[in-house]
């Protein structure tokens, strides 16, 4: 079991939204992850965690980018089949040229989307939460995607769509990923014309010239002028290797002498109705939410070793910018974030207000 030392930070995912009006910013802390666990001294650096193969994703060019972020959380970059976007979660000011940049998205033209719903091969599960404003009074709110088109809570009128959305390809990225990717299509793009200059300097010739076309288009195709993927290995010095469950789109998990374990839809298909069984839904915050107890579940492979950290509305709500929950096992008990280096344990008063909704996923992450 891991032992009991608290300490954290976070890392930026996709904004996640509560009710406001128009004037309120549209983040909340569940979509910020723990980069750390309470159980830190096993902790290591994400990158000596497991034997990883990293890949570097294909980006499309960036242009008109805003400048000088401040933000301590690294923007994460998402691939989308439309556009690229580059979440930043503060609002800066850029020092050198004095222009203030807003909390929010921005493609691959420098184009600003205060929020994105992210759909997964065309489908959007109800879960997700969109932005919406009012046509009448112009308040927005952040609502559940199936509500979406529900009268205004304010004066009845009828929401549009705030959220820009977009079929998400992967969000694995960040601002490292999309630099050396950038660096590296430059890279190729002045490989091949070096190579085309060659071919013509040596073989210019009427007859050379006229098939120039065709050469163009071969090099093209071995070289690449794009944005390409290129593997980078490391070898990993953490003495652990972990068993990290594919989970996909959807858990499905039962109940087992007061926690739960994780079972396959077959299972679950055939005996949820007998009571025990949880089916909980992947959302745009990379969270896996149940309805029953309004709480969502992250699987953070960000940290070693990983961990199953929880999200409960009403409790974890109340810290800010922090509120991520994980349960010690060896201990037997809740510990929360509250600061970006603290963990602390629940109190009696919380766990005995909010224990009919606390519960958590035993699994064993040692191979």
């Not at 497991?50 to 570097?56: A, G, H, L, S």
């Not at 190579?195 to 010739?205: A, G, V």
């Not at 163009?216 to 002028?225: D, F, K, R, W």
Request: hydrophobic letters at 25%; a negative charge; glycine letters at 6%.
């Amino acid at each position: 079991m891991p032992p009991s030392h608290h300490s954290s930070s976070s890392h930026s995912s996709h904004s996640s939204h509560s009710h406001h009006s128009s004037s309120y910013s549209h983040s909340s802390s569940r979509s910020y992850h723990s980069s750390s666990s309470h159980s830190s001294s096993y902790r290591s650096s994400a990158a000596s965690t497991r034997n990883t193969r990293i890949i570097t994703p294909i980006y499309r060019a960036r242009s008109n980018q805003p400048l000088g972020y401040t933000g301590t959380k690294s923007p994460r970059v998402y691939r989308c089949k439309n556009h690229d976007y580059v979440h930043y979660d503060h609002p800066w000011t850029d020092d050198k040229t004095g222009v203030e940049y807003k909390a929010g998205f921005y493609d691959e033209e420098g184009t600003f989307y205060e929020d994105i719903v992210f759909s997964k091969q065309g489908e959007i599960l109800d879960t997700t939460t969109a932005v919406c404003r009012c046509d009448y009074c112009r308040m927005e709110d952040s609502r559940r995607w199936a509500d979406r088109e529900k009268p205004c809570t304010h004066c009845g009128g009828t929401m549009s769509l705030v959220s820009q959305v977009d079929d998400l390809v992967d969000d694995t990225g960040n601002l490292e990923d999309l630099a050396k990717a950038v660096y590296e299509a430059e890279d190729k793009r002045w490989s091949t014309r070096v190579i085309l200059s060659t071919i013509i300097l040596i073989f210019l010739s009427p007859c050379i010239l006229g098939i120039f076309g065709l050469v163009y288009e071969i090099i093209e195709a071995v070289v690449g002028t794009g944005v390409q993927q290129t593997a980078n290995y490391f070898d990993s010095d953490s003495a652990y290797e972990y068993n990290i469950p594919n989970l996909g789109l959807n858990i499905y998990v039962k109940e087992e002498d007061g926690v739960y374990i994780i079972v396959d839809e077959a299972e679950y298909t055939a005996n949820y109705r007998d009571g025990g069984y949880k089916h909980l839904h992947y959302d745009s915050d990379e969270n896996y939410y149940d309805k029953e107890t309004d709480m969502y579940v992250y699987l953070n492979e960000y940290i070693d070793p990983p961990q199953f950290q929880y999200w409960l509305e009403g409790l974890s709500s109340e810290y800010g910018d922090y509120g991520w929950m994980e349960y010690d096992t060896a201990e037997r008990r809740w510990y929360i974030q509250t600061d970006s280096d603290d963990w602390e344990p629940l109190s009696d008063e919380q766990y005995e207000e909010f224990k009919d909704r606390l519960w958590y996923i035993d699994y064993d992450f040692y191979k």
